[in-house]
């Protein structure tokens, strides 16, 4: 119990971190992608060690920060479906993304996404998302999933529990050449 209260403190703070990052070019956050193996955080292999408990706790952590801040939020399933995500419907229906018919659970779609499913008010499943930032715990490979220029953020948090933490956030490209301004102060 201990353990599930420390790994929902240190969802929290990471995702507060990021949402909360300030740079002229990143644009405000409206759609937030996470990609977790409960397994890494255990200690143990992505994909050999799958607890519903931790999936819980970080689903669980993530929802309340982002249902306090208005922003959605898809939950990457694990590679058995094809890391497609669980969001509201919505939120789904909101920004276009067509649902498909699958249901996760643990040992198919991943201890994460499919208790977001449970927790979710309508929850649904899309094959793809474009997000303005990402938070990855365990290296489940959510770059698919963000909009094409994605930027590298380094949070005080490190890891979840025992998974790597990493996060990016995106920025429009920069398009044109050396004649190219990308600030009205610089025309």
Not at 31 to 51: D, F, N, R
Not at 74 to 85: D, G, I, K, Y
Request: aromatic letters at 4%; proline letters at 4%; charged letters at 25%.
């Amino acid at each position: 119990m201990r353990e599930l209260e420390k790994i929902r403190q240190e969802v929290k703070g990471a995702v507060g971190e990021l949402l909360d990052m300030d740079r002229a070019d990143f644009r405000p956050v409206r759609l937030l992608v996470i990609g977790c193996s409960s397994s890494e955080i255990l200690g143990g292999q992505i994909g050999k060690a799958s607890s519903p408990e931790a999936g819980e706790a970080v689903s669980q952590a993530i929802l309340e920060v982002c249902a306090a801040r208005g922003i959605a939020v898809a939950f990457q399933c694990c590679e058995h479906l094809n890391r497609a995500l669980v969001m509201e419907r919505a939120q789904a229906e909101q920004y276009g993304y067509e649902e498909v018919c699958v249901v996760p659970w643990p040992k198919a779609g991943g201890s994460c996404a499919s208790a977001a499913y449970r927790l979710m008010k309508d929850p649904v499943v899309v094959e793809r998302v474009q997000a303005d930032a990402g938070l990855d715990i365990g290296n489940t490979m959510i770059g698919m999933h963000l909009k094409p220029v994605a930027v590298p953020v380094r949070l005080s948090e490190k890891t979840i529990g025992q998974a790597a933490l990493v996060c990016a956030r995106t920025r429009p490209k920069l398009i044109g050449g050396s004649r190219a301004h990308y600030a009205l102060d610089q025309a």
